[in-house]
């Protein structure tokens, strides 16, 4: 009997170590505390939602020891949901995180839709976010993100995303963008080469919550966004400079005071709502409802900083007559609240050149940011504003026009010149051979076995002849799909950050034609097939290095041709880079 409980002992110490040492699951959440280095507002008692945007093919997850969880897969209009369950070490099996320990720890649920019905496809109970983001591909190499970054040091998270763009060795090496914006953290990675992974995220500062995310590998395709984010509703801007204090008048014409400021001095704008226009609106051909705000102006006296001005609840439109912060007819004041339709904005933008003042109109986005800007060619006035592309709030504006000039920026915000960061390494020559080395080592031994062999049992010799040609010919098709597959097509021109004064001609062949002239490519997103994607919906089938085919222009299938300047460049338009002025007409045959 003392033996039998004895064994019994030693069975549950046995059980009892295994589960400490297992790695795969912390052994308690006696306490759930949130690690210094993260947001203090996040919150173990809720779900933070993912809505799937796009999703292809199912694949496996598959666990640090190289277990299979199973099969998951969502579709469009899916979701994913996590429970934040705690912070502890990572796995003892990771593959390999830069993120120092604690790092989170999940509960992962994956939903389909199904005619309007979420199912539950996939589900998995606390796991670190290095084992998700490798599962989902949330991140490139060693910079695992996943759902959740710590808040405390973005320059240290930047630099991290920087470093692993080309870590040596096996990794993958890529083009990295950083960006930061009011609200946001941009990282963009783009595989050179290999599998070519596209991952693109993007990061509340706030939280250091994923609210965006499209990541591509091979078959692999998964886009998403949060359903958790919120715009606050409280914004102050930091006055750079200002002259011409003026006048504010309502939407009836009636004077509602004097107003000024100076430089050190502040406008602060609470949202209160989202309402219709004024009925005695001077024109606003942004759609209603559109954003009301309380506003305070304060002035810096020498470093004390002294309220100048109150008004309640004023419309956006009237925001944007009383500041300046627009041009004619489009006033988008200090939120566009229609920027989820960006290509309405724009088209909303460009309309507007001409009217009670005639102009130059041009745009230029990054990631993050969209600025548009108004020259006037018969006045004076010159106006140019920066939004954040997903909230529409403006983070910077800089407008003049007569005595009257206003340049200011939201908190914590560094306006246009400084926004993103690129790197771009140099190509790894052994990633290129290493193709070719696997190739020949193969066949070396296979020769070397079938000779070997052939010693020891002479009746095999007669098959070596037989295995070294096929060996041979198997090696030579090899090595040419892979010359094949990895010929890459020169560029023409030098790629710009910038270029401006673009006008895009797309020429259906049924007798519509339509033009876009006088706009702005950025963030080196500035080749012939730019100018078109700007615009038009383009569906394209991608040779890798070689370029790219336009199937489609706005649903229209046809067979696609382009000219830059009357002239055609012989070489696929996302291999032609544009310089400013460039003429791009797009012709269906």
């Known amino acids: 009997m003392k033996t039998t409980k004895k064994a019994l002992y030693f069975i549950s110490l046995l059980l009892f170590i295994q589960l400490l040492h297992s790695g795969s699951i912390p052994f308690t959440r006696a306490e759930q505390t949130i690690s210094e280095s993260y947001s203090p507002n996040l919150n173990f008692n809720k779900s933070y939602v993912y809505e799937v945007v796009q999703f292809g093919d199912s694949t496996g997850w598959y666990n640090f020891t190289f277990g299979l969880e199973g099969e998951w897969k969502t579709n469009p209009g899916g979701q994913i949901r996590i429970n934040l369950t705690d912070f502890y070490n990572k796995d003892i099996n990771d593959w390999g995180n830069v993120f120092s320990d604690p790092i989170p720890w999940y509960d992962i649920e994956i939903y389909e839709n199904n005619l309007g019905t979420l199912n539950n496809n996939f589900t998995l109970n606390n796991r670190s976010n290095s084992e998700v983001a490798r599962a989902l591909t949330l991140g490139y190499n060693n910079f695992q993100p996943g759902f959740l970054i710590p808040n405390e040091n973005f320059t240290y998270i930047k630099e991290l995303a920087l470093n692993q763009s080309d870590p040596g060795g096996f990794y993958s090496i890529g083009d990295v963008n950083i960006e930061e914006s009011y609200n946001f953290f941009y990282i963009g990675f783009e595989q050179i080469g290999g599998l070519e992974q596209k991952s693109y995220f993007i990061y509340d500062k706030w939280t250091g ?117 627009g041009y004619n007819y489009f006033q988008p004041g200090l939120l566009i609240q229609i920027i989820d339709n960006l290509t309405r904005v724009k088209k909303l933008a460009l309309q507007e050149a001409s009217g009670f003042a005639n102009g130059l109109v041009s745009i230029a986005e990054t990631p993050l940011t969209i600025k548009i800007a108004f020259e006037q060619t018969d006045g004076e006035q010159d106006t140019n504003l920066i939004y954040e592309k997903r909230t529409g709030l403006l983070l910077w504006v800089y407008t003049s026009i007569g005595d009257y000039l206003l340049e200011m920026t939201i908190d914590d915000y560094t306006p246009w010149e400084s926004t993103g960061e690129e790197t771009i390494p140099p190509p790894n020559l052994f990633l290129r051979i290493l193709p070719y080395i696997v190739i020949a080592s193969i066949s070396m031994l296979i020769i070397t076995t079938s000779f070997t062999t052939s010693r020891f049992k002479p009746g095999f010799k007669k098959f070596n002849k037989y295995i070294l040609i096929s060996v041979l010919a198997i090696a030579s098709f090899t090595s040419f799909f892979v010359f094949t597959s990895n010929i890459e097509v020169g560029e023409v021109n030098t790629p710009l950050r910038e270029v401006n004064d673009i006008t895009l001609i797309v020429d259906y062949g049924n007798g519509t034609i339509v033009t876009w002239a006088n706009f702005t490519l950025s963030d080196y997103n500035t080749t012939a097939f730019d100018a078109l994607s700007e615009w038009c919906e383009v569906e394209i089938t991608d040779y890798g290095g070689r370029g790219i085919i336009v199937e489609s222009i706005n649903d229209l299938k046809k067979n696609w041709l382009y000219s830059v300047n009357d002239e055609s460049p012989g070489v696929s338009a996302k291999k032609y880079n544009l310089r400013d002025g460039d003429i791009v007409e797009w012709t269906g045959g």
């Not at 715009?231 to 504010?248: C, H, K, P, Q, V």
């Open 209 to 325: 919550l994923l609210v965006w995310a499209k990541s591509s590998v091979l078959g692999y395709l998964l886009e998403i966004k949060s359903l958790n984010f919120t715009l606050e509703d409280n914004f102050i801007y930091n006055i750079i400079e200002f002259s011409g204090a003026t006048g504010w008048y309502n939407l009836s014409g009636g004077f509602e005071g004097d107003w000024n400021t100076n430089s050190g001095g502040q406008i602060i704008a609470n949202l209160t709502g989202y309402y219709n226009k004024d009925p005695n609106d001077w024109g606003n051909v942004i759609d209603d409802p559109i954003p009301w705000f309380d506003i305070e102006i304060v002035e810096n006296k020498t470093g004390i900083l002294t309220s100048n001005f109150t008004i309640a609840n004023r419309s956006n439109s009237e925001l944007g007559w009383t500041f300046t912060l």
